[in-house]
């Protein structure tokens, strides 16, 4: 039974012994206002050192990690975070300085945000590039507010956004949230943007078509070309979501496609962590003619000093406070510099190389809806499995006991029982064949022992949880 921490807590226990204070002490309430001062004594738990490290260290072996298993998540890209970047955001120069400071004092942090600047404008082709968003959503908000304001100072009133119906959920959400209508286009029967279908629906009244590229089907949209023209010619901007940049890079770039406003998520593509909820990085990058547009501040550079760039005509104003999640922005700049550029360019020739290993070798024992080439991800579909009796949970439970993270479930919406997976250009082939050989023996097992697949997992701390309530009622004991 493993207690929560409250419960291994003894009155007076303490893990840290502090030295005898050598000057007279006083009490808090002499130097804080009442009215902000608490009255209850702080609930905390009393425990040993030792007691707290085993109770976290014993949490954290009940987790499964990209540090300890295989993570093949589709459209999420759970690549390795290779442990230099930690060593070189835990710097004392990094970690102990702060936003306040002023420019003088941090022109080490403020040149590595500018060439981090620099490095995704050479990545994205794009003209200009802010920082300052938290997340990919927050990108994406980002690249709205800038279409919203772009038309405002045009004078044209634009009201809808057009997104595939393979998008991800936050191009819909951040654009319904920008005050946008949201008009979905169905794919074509290759999984591709139907060009028809698009052109119908640009007219005056588009302000932008939202895409990822290649698509959350992992396929690259062949017609990128003639969209972006469409797109274009009726006055509207084309916005990438580029959250996975893994299939791409170093080979062709958004601008190349013809896209004038791109986020990218530092914690997929460039290998800083995310997964747990924690601070992320979704920097946004813009052709010139919406540069002036960006949230300000910007970091600039004159030549001898690095500076912070409020002078920004048309800015849609902070998103922010500060300048973003710094220690985000080192790690992503330390993998861009040990990578380098032929480094950028072999991470997304394996990341393909890896996906369409799995995908020809899988194809034979899951439905593979969309039988072409992949880039870096690919959706596999569990509707032969489900007609056997068991769906698409009950494979992505089962893989847990074989040590393997479940990949990305039921996303896209347009594969029923979608399997969507994302191997990353970080894993071994043993690794691989591994997964495949897994995977097989799944589809086996459902044919000829579905009970075993639905009664999984059967190795992990717990077992299937009722996923509704323990969303509303999480209960964090459990008694294996
Ligand atoms: C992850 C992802 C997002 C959202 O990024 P967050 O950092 O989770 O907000 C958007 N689009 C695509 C395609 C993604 O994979």
Partial sequence: MTEVIFEKSAKGRRG????????????????????????????????????????????????????????????????????????????????????????????????????????????TGMNAVTLQPAAGAHGEFVGMLIVKKYFEKLGEKRTKVIIPDSAHGTNPATAKMCGFDVVEIKSNSK????????????????????????????????????????????????????ANLNAIMGITNPALMGFDIVHVNLHKTFSTPHGGGGPGAGPVGVVERLASYLPAPIVGFNGTKYYLNYDLENTIGKVKAFYGNFGVLVRAYTYILMMGKKGLRKVSEDAVLNANYLKEQLKEHYNLPYDQICMHEFVLSGEKQKAQGVNTTGIAKRLMDFDIHPPTVYFPLIVHEAIMVEPTETESKETLDNFIDVMKRIATEIENEPTLVLESPLVTAASKVDETLAARQPNLRWNR
């Fill in 16 to 123: 840290v012994k502090f030295p005898e204070v050598g000057v007279q002490s006083k009490n808090l309430a002499e130097y804080i206002s009442k009215d902000i001062l608490r009255e209850d004594k702080v609930e905390l738990p009393e425990l040993t050192e030792l007691d707290a490290m085993r109770h976290f260290i014993n949490l954290s072996q009940k987790n499964f990690s990209v540090d300890t298993v295989f993570y093949p998540l589709g459209s999420c890209t759970m690549k390795y975070n290779p442990k230099i970047n930690e060593f070189i955001a835990n710097l004392d120069g990094f970690v102990n300085i702060h936003p306040e400071q002023n420019e003088d004092q941090v022109q080490g942090a403020l040149q590595l945000m500018y060439d981090l600047q620099e490095y995704l404008k050479q990545i």
């Fill in 191 to 242: 999984g591709m943007v139907d060009i028809e279908e698009l052109k119908k629906a640009l007219s005056s009244d588009v302000a932008a078509l939202m895409m990822t590229n290649p698509n959350t089907l992992g396929l690259f949209e062949e017609n990128i070309l003639e969209i972006s023209q469409a797109v274009h010619e009726a006055g509207a901007l084309l916005y990438y979501d580029g």
